[in-house]
């Protein structure tokens, strides 16, 4: 399912679009607004996870998070 991306970019997105999300739930949280957004991008950046991990043939480790990380940045740089 995953053919068209590269599984290191999906985590990569997945794992900034959690951080934002995050951030904005916490945000909404202290300035008691709804967090609707929010956890809308949670769900999205979770999900991506999952799917990167099903698509997986040999199952993703919590060490797949950091080398997706230096695996993007040397596509940008190179």
């Known amino acids: 399912m995953t053919e068209d991306f590269p599984?290191?970019?999906l985590i990569v997105a997945a794992v900034i679009i959690i951080a934002?999300?995050?951030?904005?739930?916490?945000?909404a949280w202290i300035s008691r607004r709804s967090?609707?957004?929010a956890l809308i991008g949670i769900a999205l950046g979770i999900g991506t996870l999952v799917l990167v991990y099903v698509d997986d043939e040999d199952g993703m480790t919590w060490q797949d998070i950091p080398q997706a990380f230096v695996?993007?940045?040397?596509?940008i740089l190179n």
């Not at 934002?20 to 945000?27: D, E, I, M, Q």
């Not at 695996?71 to 596509?75: F, H, P, T």
């Open 7 to 9: 599984p290191d970019i």
């Open 20 to 27: 934002v999300s995050l951030s904005s739930a916490v945000a």
């Open 71 to 75: 695996s993007v940045a040397d596509r």
């Open 35 to 37: 967090a609707i957004g």
